[in-house]
C-alpha cells in the first residue's frame, strides 16, 4: 500500500509566488489533515477534513487554502508565499477525526527566498 | 485552547540508561497518542491511551495516562541507540501535537 503520498519533497519558491502541496491516500480514510513542522515548535494544524466537501481552519491556517472534493485527495495552496511559510509540511489520514491513528506522508520541504 | 507541553526538550543519553518523557496539560482529554518520528520520515503512532491511570506497554516502552486524563509519561527501560528521535505526544479533537522531545542515544 502506497499509504499517504506527498508531492514534491523539496520545492523553492520566491515570494510572492503561489504553488500547491499535493497529498492523496489510498486508504478510504475519511479525515484528512495538513500540519506544518518548524524547529522546537512540534506539529501544528493548518487545515483539515473530515470528509468529501468540508474543511475547516486549524490552528495556523493564515496564507493558505485547502479542498476536499474527493476522499483521497486534499490539495494544499499557497496563494502568496511568505519566507515565514518556510517549513516542512506533513499531510495526515485517519479513519476518524476523534482518538484514530493518524498515518502521515514523508512530508514536504518548503523554502520561501 | 488546548495546549501540551512536553518536558525535557532534549535528552542526550547513553545506551543502557533509563529515561522518562512527559506531556502535561491544563485540559482533559479524552485520549493522549504518542509518536516517534525519525529525521526525514513522518511521525509513526506508538500508542493510544484512553482511560485514566492506563498502563500499556511496548517492549522496553511504558507509556502513562496520568488518573485525571490531563498528562502522559512515556518511559523507556535499558535505552538503545535505535530510540533516537523525536517523541510527540498528541491529543484532543483538533489531535494538537506537544513540542516534542529530541531523544538521542549514544553507545
Known amino acids: 500500500n502506497a499509504g499517504v503520498t506527498q508531492t514534491p519533497k523539496f520545492q523553492v519558491l520566491k515570494t510572492g509566488q503561489s504553488m500547491t502541496l499535493q497529498c492523496a491516500q489510498d486508504?478510504?480514510?475519511?479525515?484528512m489533515s495538513w500540519y506544518r513542522q518548524d524547529p522546537g515548535m512540534g506539529l501544528r494544524l493548518i487545515h483539515y477534513s473530515v470528509g468529501a466537501g468540508i474543511t475547516d481552519q486549524g490552528e495556523v491556517p493564515n496564507g493558505y487554502n485547502v479542498s476536499r472534493s474527493t476522499t483521497e485527495d486534499f490539495p494544499l495552496r499557497l496563494l502568496s508565499a511568505a519566507p515565514s511559510q518556510t517549513s516542512v509540511y506533513f499531510c495526515?489520514?485517519?479513519?476518524?477525526?476523534?482518538?484514530?491513528?493518524?498515518?502521515f506522508g514523508e512530508g514536504s520541504r518548503l523554502t520561501v527566498l | 485552547t488546548q495546549l501540551l507541553e512536553q518536558s525535557p526538550q532534549f535528552l542526550s543519553i547513553q545506551e543502557g540508561e533509563n529515561l522518562t518523557v512527559y506531556c502535561n496539560s491544563s485540559?482533559?482529554?479524552?485520549?493522549l497518542q504518542w509518536y516517534r518520528q525519525e529525521p526525514g520520515e513522518g511521525p509513526v503512532l506508538l500508542v493510544t491511551?484512553?482511560?485514566?491511570?492506563e498502563v500499556k506497554k511496548l517492549k522496553r516502552l511504558t507509556f502513562q495516562f496520568g488518573d485525571a486524563r490531563k498528562d502522559s509519561s512515556l518511559h523507556i527501560t535499558a535505552a538503545q541507540p535505535g530510540d533516537t528521535g523525536l517523541y510527540l505526544c498528541a491529543g484532543g479533537t483538533a489531535l494538537i501535537f506537544g513540542k516534542g522531545t529530541t531523544l538521542s542515544v549514544s553507545s
Open positions: 491511551v484512553v482511560t485514566g491511570g
Open positions: 486508504m478510504n480514510h475519511e479525515y
Open positions: 485540559s482533559v482529554f479524552s485520549s
Open positions: 495526515a489520514s485517519s479513519y476518524g477525526r476523534y482518538g484514530g491513528e493518524l498515518f
